[in-house]
């Protein structure tokens, strides 16, 4: 129940610095990742939460289908052996991955299903 | 990040203080310092020359700087912290010797001292600001969730009949001792999400799998943190009853839902130099409450518990992944509340507080001021209180513990228990309800004004009370007119007064009246009705045996001739218009408590001549108007009348004069009308 920050995300924000910088000249990209994630694969790999474009809709049985074909059309289109899989989720558009940079670039490519990678953070008791 | 002006500035956020006490384990949090010159609090001064002597508690000032809990060193670590601990406490013994004072309480591995002192004892303390961080007065502090639920008005929703029972809260944290006297018998959904991921972290499923499901599988995590989400379940959920204790928590009814989210983290850098230490992987927070949305159609679900986070967001953050599951969690009625943070910022939260969706909570004291520790922000949603709560803790025990943690679960339980009044309530209502009943706090650092939530002032706004209905009889067959008193009506609520009364026209004039008309039945049964008004989020508030049905009493008519003012009707069955004659022009007078219903009228004269509403019989029509110039009543093509006439009310008739004879000064006019119920009433007159 401390103050102090977790260690991780104080290397985070130092590797964030340095990397802003470099992605400075891919915008479409930078919208998608968040800087931590590109900062993490850099240095191996990182755990992240992929949102995914998947169609509004009120009825929940074909949420929960769109949900699952566009994760698994993201597990198609990834290198295996450069992506894990961490929590899949039936109600809301997300994958949990554990990914590396090869991984990152083949979901900066998957523009059609994939809204954006974010940081798995870890959060602590308050 | 602006961070809070009277945060002390060697000490964490949150000062939470472990120490054993004959057994018992107490938490308490010490204000920090006044004045850079004094370690000795002004309290402790004004006691010493009072009462000659007072009890104090010294913090010591460790030579490696502030203290660390022991659960985040390593066992090396811990030795060295302790032997340091052990050698200031002999520097300050050994300047008191000679002085009057008596050592109560020493410690092995906090760095505090507890002593009862003189004027000349304090004033070495004073002196000794090399080894002694601040003196403060040792306090009393009584369990204090019997304090801060009755402050949130807690205690008056119980004695109204609302304690969260048949509601589940899940509390998605270190997981909860199911076993735990305080919380026996409540648990029951279980889970674990636990990540182990090379490197950093490992699971803490009982199972040793990165989820379970089940009996045991969100039991209390094996780590030094883990009595966190026990003492977060019993603020909002635990009952005093089964541990033998005088309070208990918000919902004392309600069921919980165990979620275990933390995962072993091993890496020094993750847990600030110190593994292990216990953090929760977002991508499991969000599993957790998957499966406490998963489980909405079996589980009442009020609320969920996040006491977590981290991150420092001076805007709403949206784009955090956390934020689709808090929305359909908040979709379906069942809000998560999640804690501000305790890094003293005044315009900042932690994730996934900051969700706009999520009912972010920061913490106040039981005086009612922000506490020192607590993130504040514009788009923070309420106060609670979260200092010095007392509640279980892990091993059976009790302690206190402070943090906007301990704040959650009071605004937790505080929907379990709203949701038990008002069982189809939005999350946005109940919001709604507890922002604008609540006691206004400013947050004298940031400026953050935030209600501070009022539980009993709450249920007045989603759950109606009733205090009278007037009238409060009616007669079977009538049409009442009714004005309901009491306090907050919402509208679009309804009124239901039983079987055999249709009631319609309800309008919610003020929050504390709605007016209606009850239709009653010819066959209703007779007796006392509980008369209930229900709001739109199902709060309903009833008044027992509020309106009796009568049996129809006689209805009486007077008649008056007015003389030949009007040609409205003209010589024949369905003459329903102007024929050049004035037409013979009568006033009925209605007297029938509750007011009737009128189906058919005749007019007859002795004459004789007959007029009638029924275009079925050859007779001619009678026209009916409710005031001389009023349209019609008639019905076109069969004459037919439907309409009500109050108790004391009237309408005007109109009857062609067929021979110029029939209303002639002498003659007899006799009048019948025929009300809905089946019952009539006749009324004669002489022609004047």
């Known amino acids: ?126 | 990040v602006a961070p809070r002006r009277r945060r002390a500035p060697f000490a964490s956020a949150l000062l939470a203080v472990l120490f054993l006490l004959s057994g018992a384990t107490l938490w308490i949090t010490l204000p920090p310092a006044d004045s850079a010159s004094s370690v000795v609090m002004p309290e402790v001064r004004h006691r010493v020359l009072r009462e000659g002597r007072v009890r104090v508690i010294a913090e010591l000032r460790l030579p490696a700087g502030s203290h660390v809990p022991e659960g985040l060193l390593t066992a090396a670590a811990q030795s060295v912290q302790r032997r340091d601990i052990a050698a200031v406490r002999l520097q300050i013994l050994s300047r008191l010797a000679g002085r009057s004072h008596q050592v109560l309480h020493q410690y092995s591995t906090v760095p505090l001292v507890t002593l009862d002192v003189g004027p000349d004892a304090l004033t070495e303390l004073e002196a000794s600001s090399l080894w002694v961080r601040r003196v403060v007065v040792d306090s009393l502090n009584a369990p204090t969730l019997a304090q801060s639920v009755p402050l949130i008005g807690g205690d008056q929703a119980w004695s109204r009949g609302f304690d969260g029972t048949g509601v589940v809260v899940a509390i998605v944290d270190t997981g909860v001792e199911a076993t735990h006297p305080f919380l026996t018998g409540k648990v029951v959904e279980e889970a674990c999400y636990s990540s182990t991921v090379s490197g950093h972290s490992i699971t803490m499923c009982p199972n040793g799998s990165t989820q379970q499901t089940g009996p045991g599988s969100g039991a209390s995590c094996p780590l030094s943190v883990c009595w966190h989400g026990t003492h977060v379940a019993g603020i909002a959920a635990g009952n005093g009853a089964g541990a033998g204790v005088a309070f208990s928590g918000v919902a004392k009814g309600a069921q919980i839902m165990a979620v275990q989210v933390f995962s072993k983290f091993t890496n020094a850098s993750d847990c600030g130099g110190s593994p292990p230490c216990a953090l929760a992987w977002t991508s499991d927070i969000i599993a957790g409450l998957e499966r406490v949305y998963s489980l909405r159609g079996a589980r009442n679900f009020s609320s969920a518990n996040l006491s977590i986070g981290g991150g420092s967001y001076t805007a709403p953050c949206d784009g955090d992944p956390a934020k689709f599951i808090i929305d359909n969690l908040r979709s379906v009625g069942i809000a998560t509340a999640v804690a501000a943070g305790n890094d003293g910022y005044t315009n900042a939260l932690n994730s996934p507080g900051c969700i706009s969706s999520a009912i972010s909570v920061g913490a106040t004291t039981k005086a009612d001021a922000v506490a020192s520790f607590s993130n504040a922000a514009s788009f923070m949603s309420l106060w609670a209180p979260g200092v010095s709560i007392y509640s279980s803790l892990t091993g059976g025990s009790f302690g206190y513990a402070s943090g906007t943690s301990m704040a959650t679960p009071h605004v937790t339980g505080a929907w379990g228990v709203l949701k038990q009044a008002a069982p189809t309530a939005s999350v946005n209502q109940i919001l709604s309800a507890l922002q604008t009943t609540g006691l206004l706090i400013t947050d004298s650092d940031s400026g953050v004004t935030k209600p501070r939530i009022r539980i009993d002032q709450a249920l007045g706004v989603l759950v109606p009370a009733i205090t009278s209905i007037s009238p409060t009889q009616g007669p079977v067959g009538a049409a009442v007119a009714v004005t309901i008193a009491g306090s907050g009506f919402v509208t679009g609520a309804t009124v239901s007064v039983g079987a055999g009364i249709i009631v319609s026209n309800v309008a919610v004039g003020a929050p504390t009246q709605v007016t209606a008309t009850l239709a009653i039945a010819a066959g209703a049964a007779l007796g006392a009705r509980d008369v209930t008004v229900t709001n739109p989020g199902g709060g309903s508030g009833t008044l027992a045996g509020g309106f009796t049905v009568t049996s129809a009493s006689a209805a009486t008519l007077s008649l008056a001739y007015n003389g030949k003012l009007r040609d409205r009707v003209g010589p024949g069955n369905t003459a329903l218009g102007a024929d050049g004659t004035l037409d013979g022009t009568l006033t009925a007078t209605l007297s029938a408590p509750g007011g009737r219903t009128v189906t058919g009228l005749r007019l007859d004269s002795s004459q004789p001549g007959t007029w009638d509403t029924d275009g079925a019989t050859g007779y001619w029509v009678l026209g009916v108007a409710s005031s001389l110039d009023g349209a019609l009543l008639n019905a076109v093509g069969t004459m037919a009348v439907n309409f009500a006439v109050a108790n004391g009310g009237s309408f005007v008739l109109f009857a062609s004069d067929y021979q110029g004879t029939e209303f002639l000064s002498g003659n007899t006019l006799t009048l019948t009308a025929t009300f809905s119920d089946g019952t009539s009433a006749t009324a004669v007159i002489a022609a004047p």
């Open chain 1, 1 to 126: 129940v401390g103050n102090v920050r977790a260690g991780v995300v104080a290397l985070l924000v130092a590797q964030i610095v340095g990397v802003t910088a470099l992605g400075a000249g891919m915008p479409r990209a930078d919208a998608m990742v968040d800087p931590e994630v590109r900062a993490l694969v850099r240095v191996g790999r990182a755990r992240v939460l992929v949102t995914l474009q998947v169609a509004e809709t009120s009825n929940q049985a074909q949420r929960a289908d769109a949900i699952g074909r566009a994760q698994d059309a993201v597990l198609m289109r990834l290198p295996s052996t450069h992506a894990s899989v961490v929590r899949r989720y039936e109600s809301v558009p997300l994958l949990a991955l554990e990914i590396d940079a090869t991984a990152l670039r083949a979901l900066e490519t998957m523009t059609d299903v994939v809204a954006g990678v974010k940081l798995d953070r870890a959060m602590k008791p308050q």
